[in-house]
T-cell receptor, first 113, second 114 residues
Framework: GQSLEQPSEVTAVEGAIVQINCTYQ??????LSWYQQHDGGAPTFLSYNALDGLEETGRFSSFLSRSDSYGYLLLQELQMKDSASYFC??????????????FGTGTKLQVIP | DTGVSQDPRHKITKRGQNVTFRCDPI?????LYWYRQTLGQGPEFLTY????????KSRLLSDRFSAERPKGSFSTLEIQRTEQGDSAMYLC????????????FGSGTQLSVL
């Protein structure tokens, strides 16, 4: 099965940089994704790492290290609108569960002035 | 295209009643997913359709839950004999043929079972 752990809450100052970690236990997966969800809203896709290393998309970057069973989402130049919950997710590569994208426990980010 | 739409947005029902939710995915997406989310938790996978075929189903989906996608377009999720533990946000997502790594979610149906 899959298990993805994230810190439950993080607080950061507007304009700063924040890193949200995701540690996982899984028997095999295709890649690590990140989603953002504002209160009352739908999860929206942010980024995907198929390979180890850093992927950059504007103010957001995501990192994956399969050898360390670890990934993170880096948010730069934080804005108040970045206050939301962030989820890491994996799609397993084991048979019988190819489409069962599993989400982490989620990190609630609060950006303060 | 307005994205994935779900109906209703909110549903309040009494324990023991049946409820049905509808999901309209993005029109060119052949993959459709149902998830359940409770407060403070990540979405939990319920079931997956490719076109009209239901190919994966979670053990979370008891016999009281059934989902259909009859023509490979919209989908319905029915819960029979609802229980208070069924109270949650039910999310639908879709993805295109070109990638299944990016899910597009609807805003969900919030179910409250009294």
């Amino acid at each position: 099965g899959q298990s993805l752990e994230q810190p439950s809450e993080v607080t950061a100052v507007e304009g700063a940089i924040v890193q949200i970690n995701c540690t996982y236990q899984t028997s095999g997966f295709y890649g690590l994704s990140w989603y953002q969800q504002h209160d009352g809203g739908a999860p929206t896709f942010l980024s995907y790492n198929a390979l180890d290393g850093l992927e950059e998309t504007g103010r957001f970057s995501s990192f994956l290290s399969r050898s360390d069973s670890y990934g993170y989402l880096l948010l730069q130049e934080l804005q108040m609108k970045d206050s939301a919950s962030y989820f890491c997710a994996v799609r397993p590569s084991n048979s019988g569960g190819y489409q069962k994208v599993t989400f982490g426990t989620g990190t609630k980010l609060q950006v303060i002035p | 295209d307005t994205g994935v739409s779900q109906d209703p947005r909110h549903k309040i029902t009494k324990r023991g009643q049946n409820v049905t939710f509808r999901c309209d995915p993005i029109s060119e997406h052949n993959r459709l997913y149902w998830y359940r989310q409770t407060l403070g938790q990540g979405p939990e996978f319920l079931t997956y359709f490719q076109n009209e075929a239901q190919l994966e189903k979670s053990r979370l989906l008891s016999d009281r839950f059934s989902a259909e996608r009859p023509k490979g377009s919209f989908s319905t999720l029915e819960i029979q004999r609802t229980e208070q533990g069924d109270s949650a946000m039910y999310l639908c997502a879709s993805s295109p043929r070109s990638t299944n790594e990016k899910l597009f979610f609807g805003s969900g149906t919030q179910l409250s079972v009294l």
